[in-house]
Nanobody, 122 residues
Framework: QVQLVESGGGLVQAGGSLRLSCVAS????????MGWYRQAPGKQRELVAR???????NYADSAKGRFTISVDNAKNTVYLQMNSLKPEDTAVYYC????????????????WGQGTQVTVSS
């Protein structure tokens, strides 16, 4: 019912930048929050950054000062600008979106993207 398509991952040298994008589509009535998570090999998935519909943001300590999350509400798109990348940022990055579905049922949803690989070489 809600599909997320991520893009923007890739291979970059340490100190470089990448911009991830995630477009949400489908039976969306409203979005309450959008976020980015990451999972490195052998580790649990962790929050990187999250933004609410009211514009409140929170970042992982490792992302503060280097990453910026933003949204284009008209396009149901969330971005993650990643600067000063480090090898330890290497992971699969997942988009997560929560909100309400359209239709009479007024059901909440929470969806994950398929993930996009970010690899930072030293």
């Amino acid at each position: 019912q809600v599909q997320l398509v991520e893009s923007g991952g890739g291979l970059v040298q340490a100190g470089g930048s990448l911009r991830l994008s995630c477009v949400a589509s489908g039976d969306i009535f409203s979005i309450s929050a959008m976020g980015w998570y990451r999972q490195a090999p052998g580790k649990q998935r962790e929050l990187v950054a999250r933004i609410t519909s009211g514009g409140s943001t929170n970042y992982a300590d490792s992302a503060k000062g280097r990453f910026t999350i933003s949204v284009d509400n008209a396009k149901n798109t969330v971005y993650l600008q990643m600067n000063s990348l480090k090898p330890e940022d290497t992971a699969v990055y997942y988009c997560n979106v929560g909100g309400m579905l359209s239709g009479l049922s007024s059901r909440a949803f929470g969806s994950w993207g398929q993930g996009t690989q970010v690899t930072v070489s030293s």
